[in-house]
T-cell receptor
Framework: GAVVSQHPSWVICKSGTSVKIECRSL??????MFWYRQFPKQSLMLMAT?????????EQGVEKDKFLINHASLTLSTLTVTSAHPEDSSFYIC????????????FGQGTRLTVV | GIQVEQSPPDLILQEGANSTLRCNFS?????LQWFHQNPWGQLINLFY???GTKQNGRLSATTVATERYSLLYISSSQTTDSGVYFC???????????FGKGTTLSVSS
């Protein structure tokens, strides 16, 4: 299957600082990438859809000014958590597809963010 | 939007036992995926199965799209099978995945 690489795997940051998470498709061109959030012992919830070269589409209730998404190339999308607070601590995971409908999705390894 | 329900929520097995996990979805879909989330959080693709039956080693999956459910079979379970199993289907746009709440499997030796 296709390979999606996410970095970093884990990060600890202080309240008020910003953290950038990268998601790369290593062996295919991902016109569409997705960012999910997972709280402990819960399911994955879609945060936003990122299309290469255009603005991301955020799900209801997700603050776009807090979670900045950039998808500047066909192989890289970034999620920046701005002015992080302890309640932003969570597991963030990206997925990538070729953009066609109903195609198989592949996921990165995830990033565990802890805000202290 | 589409709803995805998984059962059972938790499953405890002895090594060597077989199990069946179920995924029901509320609307017709064009694909369905099963994942295993390991203890480190990584999602491992198990099956991409819009319909029919597929097998991969000790695991197999069947999707009956007309009846809106899918089953994941694990035979001769091993301790390494422990973790959370998710099924997911596309949203109405056919792009992002909507996940069920998962089945947490614990296999003891």
């Amino acid at each position: 299957g296709a390979v999606v690489s996410q970095h970093p795997s884990w990060v600890i940051c202080k309240s008020g600082t910003s953290v950038k998470i990268e998601c790369r498709s290593l062996d295919f061109q991902a016109t569409t990438m997705f960012w999910y959030r997972q709280f402990p012992k819960q399911s994955l919830m879609l945060m936003a859809t990122s299309n290469e070269g255009s603005k991301a589409t955020y799900e209801q209730g997700v603050e776009k000014d807090k979670f900045l998404i950039n998808h500047a190339s066909l192989t890289l999308s970034t999620l920046t958590v701005t002015s992080a607070h302890p309640e932003d601590s969570s597991f963030y995971i990206c997925s990538a597809t070729t953009g066609a409908m109903d195609t198989e999705a592949f996921f990165g390894q995830g990033t565990r963010l802890t805000v202290v | 939007g589409i709803q995805v329900e998984q059962s059972p929520p938790d499953l405890i097995l002895q090594e060597g036992a077989n199990s069946t996990l179920r995924c029901n979805f509320s609307d017709s879909v064009n694909n369905l995926q099963w994942f295993h989330q390991n203890p480190w959080g990584q999602l491992i693709n198990l099956f991409y199965i819009p319909s029919g039956t597929k097998q991969n080693g000790r695991l197999s999956a069947t999707t009956v799209a007309t009846e809106r459910y899918s089953l994941l079979y694990i035979s001769s379970s091993q301790t390494t099978d422990s973790g959370v199993y998710f099924c997911a289907v596309p949203n109405q746009a056919g792009t992002a995945l909507i996940f069920g709440k998962g089945t947490t499997l614990s296999v003891s030796s």
